[in-house]
Nanobody
Framework: QVQLVESGGGLVQAGGSLRLSCAAS????????MAWFRRAPGKEREFVAA?????????YYADSVLGRFIISRDKAKNMLYLQMNSLKPEDGAVYYC??????????????????WGQGTQVTVSS
């Protein structure tokens, strides 16, 4: 059974940092494109960051988080991470990790991913 479990969310003041983790099991996610999405109350799920399945691990970020967030992965441990710095109140959302075993045409679209975690809440106070 494929399973993704996020952790590391919480309450932080604006300007602070959090590190999210995602533990993958059920298949070798080393061959997946992995990504983070988020959904704020009343809004659609939106893309945050993605990392390729290749050895170098090319990364791609939403403009809203570029320069503040860093996505990384530990293939040996089947772990995905999101380091979030300089957090803003508008970053508050439920954050989800996602995996795509097959070809992903557009990394920013949720439909391209076939495995999802349950999410972890991030709240940023002003």
């Amino acid at each position: 059974q494929v399973q993704l479990v996020e952790s590391g969310g919480g309450l932080v003041q604006a300007g602070g940092s959090l590190r999210l983790s995602c533990a993958a099991s059920g298949r070798t996610f080393a061959t997946d494109v992995m990504a983070w999405f988020r959904r704020a109350p009343g809004k659609e799920r939106e893309f945050v960051a993605a990392i390729s399945r290749g050895g170098v691990g090319s990364t791609y970020y939403a403009d809203s988080v570029l320069g503040r967030f860093i996505i990384s992965r530990d293939k040996a441990k089947n772990m995905l991470y999101l380091q979030m710095n300089s957090l803003k109140p508008e970053d508050g959302a439920v954050y989800y990790c996602a995996g795509a075993l097959g070809t992903v045409v557009n990394w920013t679209l949720p439909a391209g991913y076939d495995a999802w975690g349950q999410g972890t809440q991030v709240t940023v106070s002003s």
